[in-house]
């Protein structure tokens, strides 16, 4: 975590409300800071794939994780006309986790798009010590910005990152510009539900930590989601909400309030008491970089309105949808 502390939490967050009042055209930059702040222990307290996932009743999040990835993998590999041997687009694709799940069981070519540098290298790494390498390759971009070329992938998706675009508009018609004729776009996205009210005070503030706790320049609503897809062009196959718990299931908020991955990190109410301090007397020994104790902070701000908004039902971080750009 280079050169993180107090002030540079602070400097994303004045960022970030700049992005929500004024100034939409900086959120990549607001995006960009704050993964400079957060991948570290993202990634040691959550694991590589930065998502949570619709979870069993029995099963572990990992591999709630795992399956939803590969529902999406198998979303794009039965579609009609799939090649044999795909090449696919991960849009947001962090430090590579769904990349290496998807490549692994589909077989697929896959390049991800990411604004950050340094988790493009560490996704690298990743994907060499998996022996992945050879499938997975990247493109530093803005993924409202893709490179230049019409119709060269079979298919792509996006699991919560677009959410983090300013205009999302503009996202799908790049990814419906360098899709082929036929080719699916897949992927699951926060969204508000028909349930949040505007003019609920605590909705909205719900709605304003969310957007704080994980740089999200403004939340869409199903609707919005779903017209943009497509005013781009595409057809809609399906869409539906995976957020509400069926009986076999557990609400997606129970996994962000109980002690299930990596010794609780973020959800252990005994660690969030202690961590802090703890992180902070590291930092002065030297031991983590300065300021690991305030990132904590803000991962956890971000945790805690997921659970609150959980069980008010306004919010779901699984919206699923499956679109086709016409043959």
Known sequence: MASTSHQVVQEYIALHE?????????????VHQYYDLVTDLYVYGWGKSFHSAPRRKGESLTAAIRRYEKRIGQALADAPGSSPNPHWLDLGCGVGGPMRTIAREFGARITGINIHPGQIARARRYNRSQKLDHL????????????????????????EAICHASDRRAVYAEIFRVLKPGASFVGGDDCLTSLFDE????????????????????????????????????ELV??????????????????????????GLFRSPLLRRIAPRG?????KIRLVP??????????????????????????TPFYFFHARKPA
């Open 18 to 30: 700049a992005v929500l009042r004024e100034r939409p055209s900086n959120a990549s930059a607001m």
């Open 136 to 159: 997975c390759d990247f493109i530093e971009c803005d993924y409202a910005h893709l490179p230049p070329g019409e119709n060269m992938y079979d298919g792509a998706y996006s699991i």
């Open 199 to 234: 003019e609920n005070a605590q909705h909205r503030k719900i709605k304003r930590d969310l957007e704080l706790g994980f740089a999200l320049p403004g939340i869409a609503t199903i609707p919005e989601v779903l017209s943009a897809i497509e005013e781009a062009g595409f």
């Open 238 to 263: 399906e869409h539906r909400d995976l957020g509400p718990a069926g009986p076999s299931e557990v609400p997606w908020h129970v996994s962000l309030s109980s002690n299930l991955t990596r010794g």
């Open 279 to 283: 992180l902070e007397l590291l930092e």
């Open 290 to 315: 300065h300021g690991c104790g305030a990132v904590y902070r803000l991962i956890c701000f971000g945790g805690d309105a997921l659970v609150a908004a959980g069980p008010t039902g306004i919010f």
